[in-house]
């Protein structure tokens, strides 16, 4: 499978972005998908999930009430809208399909795409 992450960018304090992360190679209505970012020195740490049918959407502490996982399966895309960004948001992004294991930890997930960078200014 692939993952193509896009839609980061500058963004002011308070402002809004929405990722998108679209899928190819395999089916993904049937995948469990995920947010990751990893801001620099720092390690990658998950951001929020989303089931296969959309039916549960953990989220980190940290974005709860700011962040909202969705999906299209029918375009093969998950996305991440973000509203009212802060500076420790700044990272660059990930969305992978996960595999085996819990939700917050990257080495449950199989597929990564290729980051796409987020940077929020104060």
């Known amino acids: 499978v692939q993952l193509q992450a896009s839609g980061g960018g500058l963004v002011q304090a308070g402002g809004s972005l929405r990722l998108s992360c679209a899928a190819s190679?395999?089916?993904?209505?049937?995948?469990?998908m995920g947010w990751f970012r990893q801001a620099p020195g720092k390690e990658r740490e998950f951001v929020a999930g989303?089931?296969?049918?959309?039916?549960?959407?953990p989220y980190a502490d940290s974005v709860k009430g700011r962040f909202t996982i969705s999906r299209d399966n029918a375009k093969n895309t998950v996305y991440l809208q973000m509203n009212n960004l802060k500076p420790e948001d700044t990272a660059v992004y990930y969305c992978a399909r996960k595999n085996v294991g819990s939700w917050y930890f990257p080495n449950a997930y199989n597929y990564w795409g290729q980051g796409t960078l987020v940077t929020v200014s104060s």
């Open positions: 190679g395999r089916t993904f209505s049937g995948d469990a």
């Open positions: 989303i089931s296969s049918d959309g039916g549960w959407t």
